[in-house]
């Protein structure tokens, strides 16, 4: 299907750009008419051979791939809620949505919905082909929403929650940033010093025929080794990132993985901060809608990023199904789920007010998650200065033990 940039003016001279895909300029033309909108301008987008066309093709690829930014979709699920809330109609507060967005991806996507929309479909409906941009929490709760008449409500649920989540995610990345970089120059700086500068120190012991401390000779032989088998060491390193990243990307080999750091001293106190946070904060939110417990818990065990937490609760919904109570199917994982947690779960449960006891537990976790990332740095920091004080320092005893040995004898 032919796909078409086009420029457009309303009735008041308003200038309006976008991209659509359509059949033919007569469909165009009598799509923008539906919406008053006069068209001056269009181009049909081919595939060309040009670099120019090229460049676009591979650069819409990547779009396709990294999906639509989590601040364009809070931008949209906000702003559609302010319209309702006004009373405009689905179908114009689409149209203006798609028409405002500057992402090109996103432009499509609410492009498309609004068009189904119109022609009654449901929002949720209309959503479910971008249910892997949208994920299967954002389209559930919407049809919730439809379906109960309390779309609005639903609306500012969701943009709560995913306020809350980007920022849980943002805060966890921004913290990473500086270790991440330290490392990487550790890494830089060690084989910049194998690989040009310990060589040239290293060749003046060679010339001297004189016993090398053991650091010394280590040293040396590493170096070497990196020097001699250079594209050896280097398709090594390739292959077993390579297959590690391949590895942790299997089901099995998440699973081992995730259980793995899990038990990491630092990482595991963080990942499971988050993971309730998010459990907390999911569950609470889809809580507020007719969905089904169960139905709720396997789709929150798809919003949890760790496999230990989805086997969870997968296999809590099954419990659920049989009548279980949820603080009882939690409480064998403790390691998991603290007993606080289940606690105040079944406090919740006995009073009615499980949402609101989520919702109390998911900011509590999302303030712990903040203090923690703001301390992250000052406790990374000493341990990363230490391991690199080992390794230079380690290179300095090897090389001035000999430098000392050879002033001794002279």
Sequence with gaps: MPEFSYTARSKEGELKKGVIIKDSKEELVAYLGERDLILTQYKEIKNGTSIKEW?????NKFIDLSGVPASEKIFFTQNLMVMIKAGISLSQALTTLWQQTTNKKMQKILADVQDKVEKGKTLAESLQPYIKIFGELYINMMKAGETAGQ???????????????????????????????????????????????????TAIFKEVEAELPLPTKILIGVSDFVLNNGILVSLSAIVLIGGFIRFIRSKKGKIIW???????????????????????????????????????????AKVLGNTSYQILLNSAAEDLKRGVNIHTTLQSRTDLFPPIVIQMISVGEETGSLDNILEQLAIFYEEEVDQTMNNLTATLEPILMLLLGLGVGSIAVAVIMPMYSLTQQF
């Design 55 to 59: 460049f676009n093709k591979i650069n």
């Design 151 to 201: 779309l609005e409500q639903v609306l500012k649920q969701l943009t709560l929650q995913m306020k809350k989540d980007h920022h849980l995610v943002s805060k966890v990345r921004g913290a990473l940033v500086y270790p991440v970089i330290v490392i990487a120059a550790m890494i830089i700086i060690m084989i910049i010093m194998f690989v040009f500068v310990i060589p040239q120190i």
């Design 258 to 300: 995730h259980k793995f750091i899990l038990k990491l001293p630092i990482i595991s106190p963080i990942l499971k901060k988050v993971s309730l946070a998010r459990f907390s904060r999911t569950t609470s939110s889809l809580l507020k809608t007719d969905i089904p417990i169960t139905e709720n818990f396997l789709i929150t």
